[in-house]
């Protein structure tokens, strides 16, 4: 499955992040593209491993800790994972091919977009601590 290397680059788009009132527009889209995706992503990775299932929640957590957005970005942002949350939630109630093609989808286009924000590199000052990426591997599934 597409999971590792998904989460691999989102780690690398964060770890090099700039923070996002820094970024330009088409980035902070990018941003809100990328936080609808790993809404997407979470619900249809609940519908087949549970309620319980936090894998990429937690990638939406970080995600606004290293981007440090103003709070209206921040809000936007959270309410991005939300909608795509609630979209793929009530389109898919139960796991089966279908949800797992779908979920394959949502991992394509979040690695696209992950790749396109690891792209832009933040030049970190000296004595500046850069925050450390988030787990490496996702748990078995």
């Not at 959270?78 to 795509?84: A, K, L, S, V």
């Amino acid at each position: 499955m597409l999971r590792l290397p998904v989460a691999a680059l989102i780690i690398a788009s964060l770890a090099t992040a700039a923070l996002a009132q820094e970024r330009e527009p088409e980035e902070r889209q990018r941003l809100l593209d990328l936080a609808y995706t790993l809404g997407e992503s979470h619900a249809l990775r609940q519908t087949c491993e549970g309620l319980n299932d936090q894998f990429w929640r937690s990638r939406m957590v970080r995600l606004t800790e290293v981007e440090q957005a103003e709070q209206a970005f921040d809000a936007q942002l959270r309410e991005r994972f939300n909608t795509g949350f609630a979209a793929r939630q009530g389109e898919f109630p139960l796991c089966d091919a279908a949800s797992r093609k779908a979920e394959q989808q949502s991992a394509r286009k979040g690695q696209a977009l992950a790749l396109k924000l690891s792209q832009s590199v933040r030049l970190v000052p000296r004595g500046e601590i850069v925050p450390e990426p988030m787990a490496e591997v996702a748990a078995p599934r």
